[in-house]
Every structure is written in structure tokens, then in C-alpha cells.
């Protein structure tokens, strides 16, 4: 079955960066896009923007860029966000998605802790 | 950017009971080529990831059990969930996917009375 892996929980001090990890399972890595979602209390679920996985073409949403650098590992089937220059406004759950326009399949999640 | 606005907020109910939760756009979701709403509903249940439950306004996803029906077109959507169980309690979010970027709406949450 279609599993979406995503890495561990992370603390990250103001000004640092972090990287999550996304590994797919159970079906052919380049039929989906991966897109990635931020969802906190506040502001509820926002979209950052998605990655071709096959070929690593990237569109982002307008105010995740500079904030939000997408990658992909075609060899390992990972996607991975960078996010840069941490403030507290980055603490969130961050997950990705397998894209179809609708986002058929989930991550679990990676909460990102912005904290001096 | 497309501004998807939920209603209502909060919904308490027992189970057996019928709801409806809206969504309206503030721009229509009709594509005038293949005449489909770009329109997605999903769960969510505490401590979890969404999980997809209605695609193109109506097509339900493999595996939702046929209680929650997905209608509307053009900017005015609706979940409808009839014979509600407790496992549906939840929160319920719309998106859009016709206009970049992909916007959610605010979320219903659905209580036991």
C-alpha cells in the first residue's frame, strides 16, 4: 500500500534550518508529485508548493518562497523540504502529500519547534 | 489567491443524526473544459494525518463508506454525512486545486452533543 514516511520531530533554534525527509513506499515513485502542507492552530492548513518527482520541477507558493526549498532522491523514492532563517511563526506540522490536484495520500506529519 | 470559507465552525450532534457542512469559494471551481469542480473534502481525527474522502466535488475515494456525499458546483459545495457514528467525529477541511496556489478552508469541527 502507498505510505508516505516522514522523518522525526525537530527543535530548531531562531535563525537555524531544518530538513524533513518524505520516503514513499508501495507504488511507483514519479506517479505522484509531492506537495507539502503547514498546518498549526492559528492558521490552519496552508499549502507550501510541490515537486515533479520525475523531473524535480518546483512550484511554490508565493509566501513560502525563500522559506521552503524542495528536493527530491529518485533513487531512494525521498522528497525533502528545507526550511531556512527559522522563526517561531515556523513552528508547525509539516506534511507531505502525493498530489493528484487533491492530495490522495499523507505523510504523518514532522512538528518543527521553533525555540531559543 | 481563492479564499474557501467553511461553515459553520463547530457542529455538536448525536449519532444517527444527519449534518451538512459548506464551503463556499470565492471564485468558481467549474472547469469550462471538463465541466468538474475541483473541490476535495477531508477528515481529520486528533493526532492524525487528513485523510481524503471526496475528490472532484463528488467522487468519493475507495474505501469511505457511502454516508458522506460530496455535492455543489461552482463556488457552493457541501459534505453531507447521514447517520452519523462516533468514529466520525472529527475535523472536516475543503480545498480547492483549480486556481494555484491550492487553498484549504478554515475547518468543521464536529462534536458529540
Known amino acids: 500500500q502507498v505510505q508516505l514516511q516522514q522523518s522525526g520531530a525537530e527543535l530548531a533554534k531562531p535563525g537555524s534550518s531544518v530538513k524533513i525527509s518524505c520516503k514513499a513506499s508501495g507504488y511507483t515513485f514519479t506517479s505522484y508529485y509531492i506537495s507539502w502542507i503547514k498546518q498549526t492552530t492559528g492558521q490552519g492548513l496552508e499549502y507550501i508548493g510541490y515537486i515533479n518527482t520525475g523531473s524535480g520541477g518546483t512550484n511554490y507558493n508565493e509566501k513560502f518562497k525563500g522559506k521552503a526549498t524542495l528536493t527530491v532522491d529518485k533513487s531512494s523514492s525521498t522528497a525533502f523540504m528545507q526550511l531556512s532563517s527559522l522563526t517561531p511563526d515556523d513552528s508547525a506540522v509539516y506534511y507531505c502529500a502525493g498530489e493528484l490536484g487533491w492530495f490522495a495520500y499523507w505523510g504523518q506529519g514532522t512538528l518543527v519547534t521553533v525555540s531559543s | 489567491d481563492i479564499v474557501m470559507t467553511q461553515s459553520p465552525s463547530s457542529l455538536a450532534v448525536s449519532a444517527g443524526e444527519t449534518v451538512t457542512i459548506n464551503c463556499k469559494s470565492s471564485?468558481?471551481?467549474?472547469?469550462?473544459?471538463?465541466?468538474?469542480?475541483?473541490l476535495a473534502w477531508y477528515q481529520q481525527k486528533p493526532g492524525q494525518s487528513p485523510k481524503l474522502l471526496i475528490y472532484l466535488a463528488s467522487t468519493r475515494e475507495s474505501g469511505v463508506p457511502d454516508r458522506f456525499i460530496g455535492s455543489g458546483s461552482g463556488t457552493d459545495f457541501t459534505l453531507t454525512i447521514s447517520s452519523v457514528q462516533a468514529e466520525d467525529l472529527a475535523d472536516y477541511y475543503c480545498?480547492?486545486?483549480?486556481?494555484?496556489?491550492?487553498?484549504f478552508g478554515a475547518g468543521t469541527k464536529l462534536e458529540l452533543k
Open positions: 480545498q480547492q486545486h483549480y486556481s494555484y496556489p491550492d487553498t
Open positions: 471564485q468558481s471551481l467549474l472547469s469550462s473544459g471538463n465541466q468538474k469542480n475541483y
